[in-house]
């Protein structure tokens, strides 16, 4: 059975650094497209940055990207969200999703398994 667990949110400064992660069980990772979405109070869920099946390919939300890094571990079973450059628009609940096969889409519909979610708070 697939389960993803998130953590490594909490409250930072604007311009500071957040490393969030992502582990993975019941899955073979190189498999499935892995992805972050985040929902800010008020507001729809949001694509941030999906990683490819297979050889792990990056495609980044023009919001995120250059400060953004996603990434998996060398047994491709934990996924990590390396934020720079926080902006107190990036404050969300951070979503890790994932779905088996190649998926290039940005929507949160074509996602098959969620974790729970842990919250990052960019303060000004």
């Known amino acids: 059975q697939v389960h993803l667990v998130e953590s490594g949110g909490r409250l930072v400064q604007a311009g500071g650094s957040l490393r969030l992660s992502c582990a993975a069980s019941?899955?073979?990772?190189?498999?499935?497209?892995m992805a972050w979405f985040r929902q800010a109070p008020g507001k729809a869920r949001e694509f941030v940055v999906r990683?490819?099946?297979?050889?792990?390919?990056?495609y980044y939300a023009d919001s995120v990207k250059g400060r953004f890094t996603a990434s998996r571990d060398a047994a491709e079973n934990t996924v990590y969200l390396q934020m720079n450059s926080l902006k107190p628009e990036d404050t969300a609940v951070y979503y890790c999703?994932?779905?088996?096969?190649?998926?290039?889409?940005?929507?949160?519909?074509?996602?098959?398994?969620w974790g729970q979610g842990t919250q990052v708070t960019v303060s000004s």
């Open positions: 999703a994932c779905r088996s096969g190649f998926i290039y889409s940005t929507s949160f519909e074509s996602y098959t398994y």
């Open positions: 019941g899955l073979t990772a190189s498999t499935y497209t």
């Open positions: 990683i490819s099946a297979g050889a792990g390919v990056t």
